[in-house]
């Protein structure tokens, strides 16, 4: 559904900028809640031995996190809409932060899944209202581009903070990494209250049918194209760590996620540059990427140089992913867009809990070398797809009146 601006707070005609302290808090939130999710990814070895149980059970910690979300985010959405947008971002986060703690000081193994769980409710409530959040505080013809900047916190997180969190799980401990985020999590609260505007909610008669939405022509391509490819991308990057164990490079896994990360924050400059004209154009060299990346480290990972050269076409290629999908469910969801990015957060974290079970599966039958071969094989019918939806979903054309 389109929701109107109100008068108050919606900038002005002339003025030709973003709120770029507001949408910071919004990327900030992302960061934090998305660091949080895949912290444990270059934590396994250490998170394992302090909790008693295998690295694939660990593994799972990253499940429990995306189930967590995914079970929750429509029906909370949905019982939530009525709620005043600053309220509702500032409970979620105030729930994560709380939850994020009791992980941080768990030593049992079910205590710590239960936390995990709570906090992927408390991250997904957050998501599932930020990129509508975004919308609403820029102008028409910069819409896209907020939501660029807000989704940014996703490739910061990458780039910085999971490198930033295993060197800190391994100088000190992985507990202080978590307590970090909590630390964080605080300071952005006090952020939210000081710099973010509020916005109304809506009645819930106002919210569309999430039937509705599905069969509004694009959107089903896109949340197919959004589950495959996180389900992909989660497979690997969830056990990345054990993977390079296998490789002879455990003792570069900070070292590799950061060219991850910092290939993923210039993929994310390029499509907030080149979103509004390219958006298909660059969907599908994202998918290509990740491909070439994959079939690199599949075949030619005995040289750590070509590891590298592959982690970097991969952070270029997944870099800018969320925000082109979170836009292009928006273009294509229109009227029926809150609809359509509640969908996308369930399907994105669906996808999350289901990479790590397959890859916990995976590297207990096949072992990590299989990881990369399991990328390719669900990256096929996503670039299938995604050059199929040339009409809606991801056109050729984005309309004028997208943002």
């Not at 499940?63 to 985010?73: E, K, N, R, S, V």
């Not at 729930?95 to 992980?103: E, I, K, L, Q, S």
């Not at 998918?287 to 050269?309: D, F, K, P, R």
Request: overall charge positive; glycine content about 10%; aromatic content about 6%.
């Amino acid at each position: 559904m389109t929701t109107q601006v109100p008068a108050d707070v919606r900038p002005a005609t002339g003025e030709q900028k973003l709120p770029m302290l507001a949408l910071l808090a919004l990327a900030t939130a992302v960061f934090i809640t998305s660091l949080t999710e895949t912290l444990p990814a270059g934590l396994l070895p250490a998170m394992s031995g302090d909790l008693g149980v295998s690295e694939s059970a660990t593994g799972q910690t990253v499940t429990i996190y995306a189930i967590g979300t995914a079970l929750t985010a429509i029906p909370l959405t949905a019982a939530t809409a009525a709620w005043r947008r600053k309220r509702l971002l500032l409970t979620a986060m105030a729930g994560f932060g709380v939850a994020n703690t009791v992980t941080a000081l768990s030593t049992s193994y079910a205590l710590t899944m239960g936390a995990r769980f709570v906090a992927g409710v408390a991250a997904g409530l957050a998501w599932a209202l930020l990129a509508g959040y975004a919308r609403r505080m820029a102008p028409a013809h910069l819409q896209g581009r907020a939501i660029a900047v807000s989704m940014a916190g996703i490739p910061v997180a990458l780039s910085l903070g999971v490198p930033a969190g295993t060197f800190l799980g391994k100088a000190l401990s992985w507990q202080i990494a978590f307590l970090a985020m909590t630390g964080l999590t605080v300071v952005l609260l006090g952020w939210i209250a000081a710099a973010v505007p509020d916005f109304p909610g809506q009645r819930a008669s106002d919210g569309p049918p999430m039937l509705r939405a599905l069969r509004v022509p694009g959107v089903t391509p896109v949340l197919f194209v959004t589950l495959v490819l996180v389900l992909a991308h989660t497979i690997l990057y969830t056990f990345i760590a054990t993977f390079l164990d296998e490789l002879g490079m455990g003792g570069s896994t900070d070292l590799v996620l950061l060219v991850f990360g910092v290939a993923s924050l210039v993929s994310i400059w390029v499509v907030g540059a080149q979103i509004n004209r390219r958006l298909r154009t660059l969907m599908i060299a994202s998918t290509l990427l990740i491909a070439v990346a994959a079939a690199a480290l599949a075949l030619l990972s005995g040289s750590h140089l070509v590891v590298y050269a592959a982690v970097t076409l991969w952070g270029l290629g997944w870099g800018g992913a969320p925000t082109l999908l979170q836009t292009a469910v928006g273009d294509a969801g229109g009227e029926s867009a809150d609809a359509a990015q509640a969908m996308l957060v369930t399907s994105w974290n669906g996808a999350m809990a289901g990479g790590g079970v397959i890859g916990g599966i995976l590297l207990d039958l096949l072992g990590s070398r299989s990881f990369p071969w399991s990328v390719l094989v669900f990256l096929a019918p996503v670039l299938v797809v995604v050059l199929a939806a040339r009409t809606h979903g991801f056109p050729a054309k984005r309309s004028s009146t997208a943002s």
